[in-house]
Structure formats: structure tokens, C-alpha cells
């Protein structure tokens, strides 16, 4: 079952990439929390990055692990 990020759930009121309020329709999970956006492509932008940031941490602990 995937659970769908909802509006009142969101950690923040503000777009963190704009300023701008965010929207219902521009929600995400990310670690467990329900972060807003004032539109998908800020969303998305985001989701980008901090896939690309997870990764990179992931492999630099991996290496620190052996």
C-alpha cells in the first residue's frame, strides 16, 4: 500500500525552492516526511537532488565501511 502524501501533513507552509505557498498537487515523501511545493516542477527538481545526494552518500559510506 503507498501511502499519498497529503496537504496538512507537510512539514513546511513555503516552497523551499520559491518562497511561494505550496500546492496539494505538488507533494512528496521524503524520509518519512511530506515536503510541499508550489508546483510539481519545484517537486521534482527537488526529488532530483536529493536522489542524487542520497546516492552520493550512500557510496561514500560504503567506501568508509570496508
Not at 34 to 56: H, L, M, P, S, Y
Request: charged share 25%; hydrophobic share 35%; net charge negative.
Amino acid at each position: 500500500m503507498t501511502l499519498t502524501p497529503r496537504l496538512e501533513d507537510a512539514v513546511n507552509e513555503l516552497c523551499p525552492w520559491s518562497g511561494k505557498p505550496v500546492s496539494a498537487d505538488s507533494l512528496t515523501l521524503y524520509r518519512g516526511a511530506v515536503v510541499g511545493f508550489c508546483n510539481t516542477g519545484c517537486r521534482d527538481k527537488f526529488e532530483a537532488a536529493t536522489k542524487a545526494f542520497d546516492q552520493a552518500i550512500d557510496g561514500t559510506r560504503d567506501q568508509g565501511n570496508d
